[in-house]
């Protein structure tokens, strides 16, 4: 691959990492939720007056992973792993437009006329939004791990070695914060925990960028 191309492939990682965690941003708009127990689908709910600023954030997010997919599969020396990183990233943007613009439509702690439960002739629909939000989850999961693993295997990429893997590490931890306390009753910090994972995931994606950057020219 080019220098070119990797610098290309490196800028738009980059950003996609930046944009997804634009979420940070909640700390400085009056977003009426509290960032510990909230979750971060509620920031572009259908009634939330910055729903447009978070949604086109994951809208830019989605498309340029999907993009950044595409391009690796295309530029990118094919190894088993790094195919399968590759294309879990695609389906990863692909859930992430789908949660931009299938938002949930309130949030039950601002608006008591919100529905805590589904209801109506087919309340599956109300949860498509979760469908697609653990897509996405389990998407990036399985890209992350393919590329942290594809770069011992491979000897490629050091950065993905090192700060990849801690990164990884953080990320499955609060993972498991966030399955477990959800499953249990009383608060145990949901919100800090899915913000802990999707920081790292964002930051996993910079990581991946720089890496790319760096070795997918040689």
Request: charged letters at 15%.
């Amino acid at each position: 691959m080019t220098r070119r191309r990797a610098t290309t492939l490196m800028v738009i990682s980059i950003v996609a990492g930046l944009l997804y965690s634009a979420w940070v941003a909640e700390f400085f708009l009056d977003t009426g939720l509290d960032p510990a127990h909230s979750f971060l689908s509620e920031l572009d709910a259908a009634d939330q007056p910055y729903k447009e600023f978070f949604g086109t954030a994951d809208l830019i997010t989605g498309l340029l992973l999907v993009l950044a997919a595409v391009l690796g599969l295309w530029w990118i020396r094919r190894h088993r792993l790094t195919t399968v990183g590759w294309i879990a990233l695609g389906i990863f943007g692909i859930a992430t437009i789908a949660d931009s613009q299938l938002p949930i439509e309130c949030v039950a702690e601002n608006d008591p006329g919100c529905p805590v439960e589904p209801s109506g002739l087919f309340p599956q629909l109300h949860h498509i939004h979760a469908l697609t939000s653990t897509i996405a989850v389990f998407a990036v999961f399985t890209a992350m791990l393919a590329f942290t693993i594809a770069s011992f295997r491979y000897r490629s990429m050091p950065l993905l070695r090192t700060a990849g893997t801690a990164v990884l590490i953080v990320t499955s931890v609060a993972t498991a914060w966030l399955m477990i306390a959800d499953n249990l009753p009383g608060e145990y910090g949901l919100g800090i925990a899915q913000r802990i994972q999707v920081g790292g995931m964002s930051l996993y994606l910079i990581v991946l960028g720089v890496s790319v950057g760096r070795d997918g020219a040689r």
